[in-house]
């Protein structure tokens, strides 16, 4: 039986450049796949389906693909040369407000260096660039009390863990024979026997590293010293420490008003509590474990990515640092970060914080070391083995 069309519906011819559905028969305009005589078939030749004519410029009106992998390649290209020059920036920055000012060259009779690297951190109570009303705020007294130190420690950095050792500043130690700083002059030993912190009022950091050096055996590789006004700015910059106090504290003279428990200590009141030792039962010895925990809290504070990584945060913190950091001649900023590094493990566990090992009180009421374990310690310092040697008090 023959086949017919349906009522009202022109029959499909084939024909050159025809074809069923696609721009062929009488309801096309072949070749441009516009519909005519009133035939629609739903299809455009112009609509793109993922593939065919234009199916590789996906659906940015005949623009070609973004390169996203060679865009994701130059920018992360472009951010770590951001990041490299920021981070070069910000060495030579920090390394220029170094305060280069302490001469080791000129320290005599030196030991001989042993393994690992030795740091003497003092604390002075240097009122340098601070205000009158600073002075007052902070409880530091009149300009007669500047001079001394309010904390020495020796921090070793070895492989067998770091040691955070204290010097109490009423240590009683033997003046050595040395050359004047500034005079250049020459002081014979006279076999004189005064507190250790009376030698940096004596002639300053030098001989204060020949007096340690002296009495211990024990080779100072760098010097630290950083003062009043620029302890508490630090402090204040990283938005203050927090601390756990074991107890009340309540001092006049060094301004403490502290509640015993958890809290965040601004830079008066940390200054305060590394500076108390009239209201502790153990006195210096006592401020000494203080001053020690404090600056292991700072430093495991400030290393952190919150600090580092905040330019907000880093800047106002070293500046406030390393403005007021006097250090010797050789000290690097590498030197500075590694013994920042070095106090932050002591808090975390990865070394030991104590006290020079005391024997009682000399003739002159002032604390006697024990010398035969401090001859122990730093032997073990020496040859960079693990401290078994404790201190009593």
Do not use: C
């Amino acid at each position: 039986m023959p086949h017919t069309s349906a009522p009202g519906v022109p029959p499909q011819s084939r024909g050159p450049g025809q074809g069923s559905g696609y721009g062929g028969g009488p309801g096309y305009d072949a070749g441009y796949g516009r519909p005519h005589d009133g035939y629609d078939s739903g299809y455009n030749e112009g609509q793109v389906y993922g593939g065919g004519r234009g199916g590789d410029r996906g659906d940015y009106g005949g623009r070609p693909r973004p390169d996203w992998r060679r865009r994701t390649k130059w920018t992360l290209i472009t951010l770590v040369v951001v990041v490299l020059a920021w981070s070069i920036g910000t060495y030579f920055w920090a390394d220029s407000k170094l305060r280069r000012e302490v001469d080791l060259s000129i320290v005599e009779d030196r030991p001989e260096a042993g393994d690992g690297t030795n740091y003497l951190i003092v604390g002075s109570d240097s009122r340098e660039g601070m205000s009158d009303e600073e002075k007052k705020e902070l409880h530091t007294g009149g300009p007669t009390d500047e001079g001394r130190t309010d904390s020495i420690m020796i921090l070793h950095v070895g492989s067998n863990g770091n040691t955070m050792i204290s010097l109490p500043r009423d240590s009683n130690v033997e003046v050595p024979s040395y050359t004047g700083s500034e005079s250049g002059k020459h002081y014979p030993a006279q076999g004189r026997q005064t507190k250790i912190n009376a030698t940096y009022a004596e002639d300053g950091p030098e001989l204060l590293v020949r007096t340690v050096e002296h009495n211990t055996g024990l080779k100072i590789d760098h010097y630290a010293e950083i003062g009043f006004g620029g302890f508490a700015k630090i402090v204040d910059a990283v938005g203050g420490v927090e601390m756990d106090i074991p107890r009340d504290i309540k001092d006049e003279k060094s301004g403490a008003d502290l509640q015993k428990g958890k809290q965040t200590l601004d830079g008066r009141q940390a200054l305060a509590f590394v500076r108390t030792r009239y209201a502790l039962p153990g006195s210096d010895l006592d401020r000494t474990k203080n001053q020690q925990k404090f600056l292991s809290a700072l430093a495991n504070q400030t290393a952190t990515p919150s600090t580092v990584l905040n330019p907000f945060k880093l800047y106002p913190t070293m500046g406030a640092g390393l403005d007021t950091l006097k250090v010797d001649k050789d000290m690097s900023l590498w030197n500075v970060a590694s013994m920042f590094w070095a106090m932050k493990g002591v808090s975390g566990g990865d070394g030991k914080s104590m006290n020079m090992p005391i024997a009682g009180n000399a003739p002159n009421g002032n604390l006697q070391w024990d010398k035969a374990k401090v001859k122990k310690l730093v032997s073990q310092l020496n040859n960079d083995e693990k401290v078994t040697v404790t201190s009593d008090r």
